[in-house]
Every structure is written in structure tokens, then in C-alpha cells.
């Protein structure tokens, strides 16, 4: 919203902080046409975040979206959330759990990115082997070693 002065320092825009400033307790205006809570004004703003008072929270861009996937990644992306899925209903071990956790940092890499990397993808298929006592019956399991086989080659 934007507001002017006008040349005695009184503000037109009638807002809040003209009737704070204008009331019979409130404080007489600043220099400048501000009250005590002061006069904020904005021309035009465009491709910003613009946050006021405390304990703000600011996010410039798309929140909540994921990137664009290449059917691969997409492919890979269900089967990591299936097997995080299924991990959650087998014997807890060290190595489930590494592989959990491992698992979560993919789908993260994978939403926000859309791709995971080559090493993440490596890490992921050396922890199947690890925990493929527990995994090994799993058809997610199955599902995301093969996903990771085909964009890891092999």
C-alpha cells in the first residue's frame, strides 16, 4: 500500500498508524510525517520477501514443490519412499537404520533437486547389501535396487 506525505508532515493513507498518531495519548509525529510506530512505504516490489515484526519466517520461491523429476529419478523417488515405508515394520539394526536415514536424505536430494546424485546412489546400493538380511525379502527393496542399478549402469 503505498501512502504520501503531504507537505506539513501529516500522513494521507488514514492507516493505522495515522490514528495511533493522531489520537489524544499518542506521541507527536517524527520528522518526516512518521508516528511513533513509524510509516512504511513500498513503491513496487517484485521477485522479493518482505517480512515484519518478529519471529519471521521468509521463504523466497516455491514452497512445498517439488522439482521437475526425470521418470527415472521418479521411479526411484516412489520405491525410496515405499522401502523408507516398509523399514518402519522390520527388526530395528544398525544397518536398517543407516539405510533409513540414508533413504530420507534421498528423497529430500530427489524433491528438491530432482536427481540424486552418483554417490548418494552408490551409498544407497552398498547399504541394501548391508541390510539385506532384513531388506531382502522386501519387494520395495527389490524395487530400489533395481531403480538405482539402472541410473547408477549396472
Sequence with gaps: MAMADTEDGS??????DHAAGSSGGGAAPAAGGGSKFGNIRFGSVQGSAIGFGDHNHIVNGRQGEA????PAYQ????????????????VPSPEV???SDELDRAEDEIQRTGRAGAGRLARIRVMLQDASASVG?????????Q????????
Design 97 to 99: 537404520g543407516a539405510l
Design 67 to 70: 522439482a521437475p523429476c526425470d
Design 75 to 90: 521411479e526411484l523417488l516412489e520405491a525410496v519412499r515405499q522401502l523408507a515405508e516398509d523399514l518402519r515394520r522390520v
Design 147 to 154: 531403480a538405482v542399478g539402472a541410473l547408477l549402469g549396472g
Design 11 to 16: 500522513d494521507m493513507g488514514g492507516g493505522a
Design 137 to 145: 525379502m522386501l519387494a520395495s527393496g527389490v524395487a530400489v535396487g
